[in-house]
T-cell receptor
């Protein structure tokens, strides 16, 4: 069974731009979560989607948004990029809303210049 | 207060020896789950083991076992017979919220960097 896939794997953007990251969960998984990982803050929860609905959201500004499609694929968007948005963005999927467990993808490494 | 505390920023172990990575947690929720993930330098988070708060026995998965001490609120990971490929960052994480709850996010500790020496 294929794992969680994330595209692109690497991105370089400049301040003020926007970016869209994509996540395809494991087949049959309906829950997708997003996390931001930085050296300073560690791993922080962004949001979770289940059946195309956002079920939970972390403490991030409104510049961070996401959505889930009917095939459970999810996208995350960051608008008006700031230097501090440079991070590894990890997507995780699980069968149901409560997991467990959550299986993670390889991540998208975003660099904002 | 931190919900997940990993007090060992770095650990060293000799190949073939066992190692214990510490994790303590803080929650008032009676229903929760505890996870360990491995993150090699490539960045991918690899699920290792899970322990539910109501599970009576400690979880085991191959060379990994979770030493769950509920009263102490600790969930230490034990890796037996360490291998060079075990060198990685290890994260302890907790999911709070039982049935009917909505807060199913994972809260992670800061991690422990394990180095296995030949």
């Amino acid at each position: 069974k294929a794992g969680v896939t994330q595209t692109p794997r690497y991105l370089i953007k400049t301040r003020g731009q926007q970016v869209t990251l994509s996540c395809s969960p494991i087949s049959g998984h309906r829950s997708v979560s997003w996390y931001q990982q930085t050296p300073g803050q560690g791993l922080q929860f962004l949001f979770e989607y289940f059946s195309e609905t956002q079920r939970n959201k972390g403490n991030f500004p409104g510049r961070f948004s996401g959505r889930q499609f009917s095939n459970s694929r999810s996208e995350m968007n960051v608008s008006t990029l700031e230097l501090g948005d440079s991070a590894l963005y990890l997507c995780a999927s699980s069968l149901g809303l409560a997991g467990p467990p959550w299986f993670f993808g390889p991540g998208t490494r975003l660099t904002v210049l | 207060a931190q919900k997940i505390t990993q007090t060992q920023p770095g650990m060293f172990v000799q190949e073939k020896e066992a190692v214990t990575l510490d994790c303590t947690y803080d929650t008032s929720d009676p229903s929760y789950g505890l996870f360990w993930y491995k993150q090699p330098s490539s960045g991918e988070m690899i699920f290792l083991i899970y322990q539910g708060s109501y599970d009576q026995q400690n979880a085991t998965e191959g060379r990994y076992s979770l030493n769950f001490q509920k009263a102490r609120k600790s969930a230490n990971l034990v890796i037996s017979a360490s291998q060079l490929g075990d060198s990685a960052m290890y994260f302890c994480a907790m999911r709070e919220g039982g049935s009917g709850g909505s807060n199913y996010k994972l809260t992670f500790g800061k991690g422990t960097l394990l180095t296995v020496n030949p």
